[in-house]
């Protein structure tokens, strides 16, 4: 089983910028694992942000992202980001990642990654003023 532990949320004003982290817990690497970020606002459903494949070569985003943030991957320090630029006090939320091992990417629709992500992180908090 892989646990994961996201980093580098904080309080922001709008405009700003975070870089989000998810690694490993305890020295696991989750090198061969599709991993997608996710979302959840106070009193919202938590919602697909964007992914990367386990070879880091291809990312996908949720459409309301529009060039505002960045997946990415280093595989030599096992670690994902989530680059959130021109934050909007609508971006607050706990942000999660999440990984399904074993698998590419391949995924049809948001609501399938969700689904298909079988390690949750405990999530990390933004919050963004205005």
């Known amino acids: 089983q892989v646990q994961l532990v996201e980093s580098g949320g904080g309080l922001v004003e709008a405009g700003g910028s975070l870089r989000l982290s998810c690694k490993a817990k305890s020295g696991r690497t989750f090198d061969t694992a599709a991993v997608a970020w996710f979302r959840q606002a106070p009193g919202k459903e938590r919602e697909f942000v964007g992914g990367i494949s386990w070879s880091g070569d291809r990312s996908y985003y949720a459409d309301w992202v529009r060039l505002r943030f960045l997946v990415s991957r280093d595989i030599t320090k096992n670690i994902v980001y989530l680059q959130l630029d021109n934050l909007k006090p609508e971006d607050t939320a706990v942000y999660y990642c999440?990984?399904?091992?074993?698998?590419?990417?391949?995924?049809?629709?948001?609501?399938?990654?969700?689904?298909?992500?079988?390690?949750w992180g405990e999530g990390t908090l933004v919050t963004v003023s205005s």
């Open positions: 999440a990984a399904d091992e074993g698998k590419q990417w391949g995924y049809e629709d948001a609501s399938e990654v969700r689904h298909a992500m079988r390690y």
